[in-house]
């Protein structure tokens, strides 16, 4: 059964799942289709630091994101050589931080906003090609 839309998003990993909210918010329905179960991205280890600007981002989209409150803020790293540690400090130097929130949990804050939302959001379902890109009509999902 042929379904249309107006954008479609292949993968709902943290690019597909952003856009979606940011069109959303924009007033633009999309659907996503993902080829993984949502268990297994919601269980896949990946990433695990956050920059600011990502974090203020979430932020601007709601009070969905547990970035800030289950996630660590990290003023600065430090690196170990020549025998003596070197602290590089995020927050004096440039005024910004980064957050130890690991991807699989800020997927299931999107996933869990998105589908609240109301999102057409398809896990296991496989994009084989894409249709009549070069037209101004989106192809099927
Ligand atoms: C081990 C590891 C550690 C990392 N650490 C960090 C880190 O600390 N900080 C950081 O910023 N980044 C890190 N990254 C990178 C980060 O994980 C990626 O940049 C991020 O996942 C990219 O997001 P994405 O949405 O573009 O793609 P993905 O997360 O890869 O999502 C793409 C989705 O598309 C789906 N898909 C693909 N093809 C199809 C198809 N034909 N039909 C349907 N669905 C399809 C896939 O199943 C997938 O769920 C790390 C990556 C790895 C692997």
């Given at each position: 059964m042929p379904t249309t839309t107006r954008v479609a998003i292949i993968g709902a990993g943290p690019a597909g799942l952003l856009l979606s909210h940011l069109l959303a918010e924009a007033g633009m329905e999309s659907i996503v289709i993902d080829q993984?179960?949502?268990e297994e991205i919601e269980s896949t280890i990946r990433a695990g630091i956050l920059e600011q600007g990502t974090v203020e981002v979430l932020?601007?989209?709601g009070d969905f994101s547990r970035a800030r409150t289950v996630g660590h803020r990290h003023d600065g790293i430090e690196l170990r050589f020549d025998g003596a540690g070197h602290r590089i400090d995020f927050a004096h130097l440039v005024d910004r931080s980064v957050w130890l929130y690991p991807q699989h949990?800020?997927?299931?804050?999107?996933i869990a906003a998105r589908l609240a939302g109301g999102q057409d959001l398809r896990f296991g379902v496989t994009a084989v090609r894409v249709e009549g890109a070069?037209?101004?009509r989106c192809g099927r999902a």
């Open positions: 993984r179960t949502r932020d601007g989209l949990e800020a997927l299931k804050d999107l070069e037209s101004d």
